[in-house]
T-cell receptor, first 118, second 111 residues
C-alpha cells in the first residue's frame, strides 16, 4: 500500500509558540490530503481538506487562522499550529486520499504526531 | 452531515474466537474502508471495498460491502493477541472525497 510519513512524531512546546507538522506521501502523488485530530479513546475528527495548489477547506468549528495548512506540492502538506495553547494538545494525523490508478479510491494515514503544549 | 453507527463499541474475547463488527449509515457510500489503529499510531488500512455486495478477504479478515450500500461488516477469524486495537470503518462518497468514520470498535483478546 501507499506510504505516508509525518514529522515530527512527537513534539513538546511552550504555550504561545507555533509548531509545524509535515505530512509526506513517499511513493505516490497525493492531490488531496486530510488533517485529523484525535483525542484519547475517540474517533478521528476531520479538521481540514488540503488540495495541492489551492486553499484548504476547513471543517466547521476549526479556526483556519490558528491551524494553517499549506499543500505546496503533490507530496507534501504542512499543518502549523499557531500560538499553541494546552488545549491544542492532541494527536494530529494526516492522510492522503482520493487517489486514482494503482491505489484506487482509498485513504492512507500517516503515523501521527503527538503534540503536547505546556 | 453523514454519520456512521459502528458496533459493538468494545469486545472482550478469548484467543481463537471469531469476531464480527459492523457499520451502518443512513447515507449511501461508494467505498467502504476498514482500518486498525494501535496506541500512538495512525490507522492502518485493512480492507477496501468498492462494489455493493463485494466480499473481500485479507488473511483472517473478511469484509463485505452491503447490498444497500449503507452498511458493511468486518469479520476476524481465529483471533490472536496481536489483533488487539481499535477498528474503524469509513465510508467514502464521491462529491467531497472525504471519508466519514465510525466511532471505532475496541478489541481486547485474552490469551
Amino acid at each position: 500500500g501507499a506510504v505516508v510519513s509525518q514529522h515530527p512524531s512527537w513534539v513538546i512546546c511552550k504555550s504561545g509558540t507555533s509548531v509545524k507538522i509535515e505530512c509526506r506521501s513517499l511513493d505516490f502523488q497525493a492531490t488531496t490530503m486530510f488533517w485529523y485530530r484525535q483525542f484519547p479513546k475517540q474517533s478521528l475528527m476531520l479538521m481540514a481538506t488540503s488540495n495541492e495548489g489551492s486553499k484548504a477547506t476547513y471543517e466547521q468549528g476549526v479556526e483556519k487562522d490558528k491551524f494553517l495548512i499549506n499543500h505546496a506540492s503533490l507530496t507534501l502538506s504542512t499543518l502549523t499550529v499557531t500560538s499553541a495553547h494546552p488545549e491544542d494538545s492532541s494527536f494530529y494525523i494526516c492522510s492522503a486520499g482520493g487517489l486514482a490508478g494503482e491505489f484506487g479510491d482509498t485513504q492512507y494515514f500517516g503515523p501521527g504526531t503527538r503534540l503536547t503544549v505546556l | 452531515g453523514q454519520q456512521l453507527n459502528q458496533s459493538p463499541q468494545s469486545m472482550f474475547i478469548q484467543e481463537g474466537e471469531d469476531v464480527s463488527m459492523n457499520c451502518t449509515s443512513s447515507s449511501i457510500f461508494n467505498t467502504w474502508l476498514w482500518y486498525k489503529q494501535e496506541p500512538g499510531e495512525g490507522p492502518v488500512l485493512l480492507i477496501a471495498l468498492y462494489k455493493a455486495g463485494e466480499l473481500t478477504s485479507n488473511g483472517r479478515l473478511t469484509a463485505q460491502f452491503g447490498i444497500t450500500r449503507k452498511d458493511s461488516f468486518l469479520n476476524i477469524s481465529a483471533s490472536i493477541p496481536s489483533d488487539v486495537g481499535i477498528y474503524f470503518c469509513a465510508g467514502r462518497g464521491t462529491q467531497t472525497g472525504k471519508s466519514t468514520f465510525g466511532d471505532g470498535t475496541t478489541l481486547t483478546v485474552k490469551p
